[in-house]
């Protein structure tokens, strides 16, 4: 199976890690970009580990990609078998950092972007349950609900949304439509809309997901 990696920074508090914050990366990015994150939540959780890997495909032009896109055909398909594909990837990399590390599933927070948001939520809330993430954030995304959601062998892990209201790459109703989705199989989410802002990350929505984790690594 393919094995990822990408940049990391070490624990701010200069021991051994107790905590694991995995980023991932939009479409055509790279590990590089997500990992611009840790400093903002570095003294949130002194004691994470940040990693941010490299989606494992090649876009042929300039960075990675989780799944490809099929831009002329039905993008939700393409998503869900994208996604599906991509999974076990992704939860590989997962059970390889918790194993190496001693770094426990329920101080792992995912964090994405675009279409690392999309892989974060759907991995994240395919887990079993005794593997149920921190958290989970997905910035400028979607969920597709991997089969068997909703039911008690899968995780259920607090989930952060932030999408800006004029995104024209990623529709922001699909975040209006995972917060209902999630909420509806009684999940704890939280679901901050960035007015006036576009296919990105905005200072107040960075805010809203580190709100929603001081909320968490405080539990």
């Given at each position: 199976?393919?094995?990822?990696?990408?940049?990391?920074?070490?624990?701010?508090?200069?021991?051994?890690?107790?905590?694991?914050?995995?980023?991932?990366?939009?479409?055509?990015?790279?590990?590089?970009?997500?990992?611009?994150?840790?400093?903002?939540?570095?003294?949130?959780?002194?004691?994470?580990?940040?990693?941010?890997?490299?989606?494992?495909?090649a876009t042929g032009m300039s960075g990675y990609q989780w799944f490809?896109?099929?831009?002329?055909?039905?993008?939700?398909?393409?998503?869900?078998?994208?996604?599906?594909?991509?999974?076990?990837?992704?939860?590989?990399?997962?059970?390889?950092?918790?194993?190496?590390?001693?770094?426990?599933?329920?101080?792992?927070?995912?964090?994405?972007?675009?279409?690392?948001?999309?892989?974060?939520?759907?991995?994240?809330?395919?887990?079993?349950?005794?593997?149920?993430?921190?958290?989970?954030i997905g910035f400028s995304g979607a969920f597709l609900p991997p089969e068997g959601f909703g039911g008690e062998g899968l995780a259920r892990p607090p989930v952060c949304l932030v999408h800006g209201d004029l995104d024209e790459v990623v529709d922001p109703a699909l975040s209006a439509a995972a917060e209902r989705l999630l909420a509806g199989a009684g999940i704890e989410v939280i679901h901050h809309v960035s007015r006036g802002v576009g296919h990105g990350i905005a200072p107040d929505g960075l805010a809203a997901a580190t709100r929603f984790i001081e909320k968490i690594a405080a539990k």
């Open positions: 199976m393919t094995k990822l990696s990408g940049p990391m920074l070490a624990p701010a508090h200069g021991g051994a890690p107790d905590a694991a914050v995995v980023l991932l990366h939009g479409y055509g990015s790279d590990g590089h970009d997500l990992i611009g994150l840790a400093p903002h939540w570095q003294d949130l959780l002194p004691g994470a580990l940040f990693v941010s890997p490299h989606a494992p495909q490809a896109i099929d831009w002329e055909g039905d993008r939700v398909a393409s998503r869900q078998a994208g996604l599906a594909a991509a999974r076990p990837v992704l939860a590989g990399f997962l059970e390889d950092l918790w194993t190496q590390t001693g770094i426990a599933p329920g101080r792992t927070l995912l964090a994405g972007f675009s279409q690392g948001a999309m892989m974060a939520l759907h991995v994240g809330l395919s887990l079993p349950a005794e593997r149920t993430p921190m958290g989970v």
